[in-house]
């Protein structure tokens, strides 16, 4: 198993621009979300999904649209890049079929600088 | 909101030393988990606690699960270079439809000096 995929790795946008970010995962999880990470802030919840279909924002969702389609896919887009979205994103994935919930598995992240 | 509060957000050791990261939220918990984040990594999933006064040992790393569940700590004993990394704690989301999504403590940054 692959586990979480991120793509790309690394992204230069410019201000203005539009861009999505790819997350499969090919566990067969029912939950999926994505993070960013900025330094001294750890891991704020941007959307997530519990299951194809259904989606939902989380802390810092402005800016970013999310769908689920598949139960593997879990796409990220920028609507328009602005410099405040420069970050590393993680999407991440559980099975979570309860509130005691389930570990995390991360994908290996996309660093995205907006100029 | 729930918070999940982490501190402290650095922390230096010489190489044998131990340390501590400890992680408060605003409301209890029914769980809460640790992760580990390498440098130029991604967050690994360490372990979940969910019994209050719960502890865990994993070889050097002690876990621990407040009585009243809106605390926890990590302890590593006499660290290594190989303990190099950010310490997450991670708290679930409240209420409703909300099951499984976490919220993440700010980290605490761990520098081992060989």
């Known amino acids: 198993n692959a586990g979480v995929t991120q793509t790309p790795k690394f992204q230069v946008l410019k201000t203005g621009q539009s861009m999505t970010l790819q997350c499969a995962q090919d566990?067969?999880?029912?939950?999926m979300s994505w993070y960013r990470q900025d330094p001294g802030m750890g891991l704020r919840l941007i959307h997530y999904?519990?299951?194809?279909?259904?989606?939902d924002q989380g802390e810092v969702p402005n800016g970013y649209n999310v769908s689920r389609s598949t139960t593997e896919d879990f796409p990220l887009r920028l609507l328009s890049a602005a410099p405040s979205q420069t970050s590393v994103y993680f999407c991440?994935?559980?099975?979570?079929?309860?509130?005691?919930?389930?570990?995390?598995?991360f994908g290996n992240g996309t660093r995205l600088t907006v100029t | 909101g729930q918070q999940v509060m982490q501190i402290p957000q650095y922390q230096h050791v010489q190489e044998g030393e131990d340390f501590t990261t400890y992680c408060n939220s605003s409301t209890t918990l029914s769980n809460i988990q640790w992760y580990k984040q390498r440098p130029g990594g991604h967050p690994v999933f360490l372990i979940q606690?969910?019994?209050?006064?719960e502890v865990k040992k994993q070889k050097r790393l002690t876990f621990q699960f407040g009585e009243a569940k809106k605390n926890s700590s990590l302890h590593i004993t006499a660290t290594q270079t190989t303990d190099v990394g950010t310490y997450f704690c991670?708290?679930?989301?409240?209420?409703?439809?909300?099951?499984?999504?976490?919220?993440f403590g700010q980290g605490t940054i761990l520098t081992v000096h060989p």
């Open positions: 991440a994935s559980s099975w979570s079929r309860d509130r005691v919930g389930s570990p995390l598995h």
């Open positions: 991670a708290g679930p989301g409240a209420g409703g439809t909300s099951y499984g999504k976490l919220t």
């Open positions: 566990m067969n999880h029912e939950y």
């Open positions: 999904s519990v299951g194809a279909g259904i989606t």
């Open positions: 606690l969910v019994k209050s006064g």
